[in-house]
């Protein structure tokens, strides 16, 4: 479980981008986060990742308190949250194998990754999923020469092999055409369910996260202000995620 508690996240002296926020996440549901440019969706992503550091505030992993880790220890929480990028960050002059054995670093020795000295298990579950995904044939192949949406899969197989307990997805069909976004959409939903991961997404896409996700959670100006089954999405919540400006929002603020 995830468990976030009063998360306040401030960039040097300027105003809270994240503004006492709660937020719980339990079980395989995969729950999108949408929101204007600028609403702190990525600046939440990466508070749980430890990208960015929380200014106050609780994320709690399945019994860690995530904030104030450090070294190792921070290492072995980070393990155990796989991360999708909208950018894929793949090694481009690696194989795909190679950019999937990734995932174990911090699992196997750094001789063993810089030799490329797989262990057998490891080899076996990268192949296992990369079948699931349909990028087996692939795994010799150099990062550089697949499709977006290949390299998509290769990220999301990454992110798996470090057998994650939560899986975070900042915009992670954002460079991809409408098919392609839907069919890595409709893959981290399914691979929630078969591998009993919750997944936290990023998007912008609105059709997407109603369509792919179990609970939408709808940032404005730092805070959530809606938090529902898609389902419950009306026209007068999007207006209110959407609508309005920093200052309109600065005003109420400093009204409470
Ligand atoms: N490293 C940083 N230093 C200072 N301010 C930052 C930094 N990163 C983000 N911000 C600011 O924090 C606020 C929230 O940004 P964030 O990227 O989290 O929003 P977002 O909802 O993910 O936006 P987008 O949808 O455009 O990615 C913005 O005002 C942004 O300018």
Redesign the pocket.
Known sequence: MLKITDLVKR??D?DP?LKNLDLTIEGESVVSII??????????LRCINRL?EPTSGSINLNGVELTGLRGRDLRAARRKIGMVFQGFNLVDRLTVMENVQSGRLGYISTWAAMTRRYPKEDIRRAYQLMERVGIAQYANTRADQLSGGERQRVGVVRALMQEPDILLAD?PTASLDPKTSEQIMGLLRDLAGELKLPVLI?I?NVTEAKEYTDRIVG?RY?RIIFDDKPAMLDQAAMDEIYAGSPHADRGKVDAT
């Open positions: 960039y040097g300027g981008v929101g204007s440019s600028g609403a702190g969706k990525s600046t939440l960015v915009e990023n912008h940032m730092g």
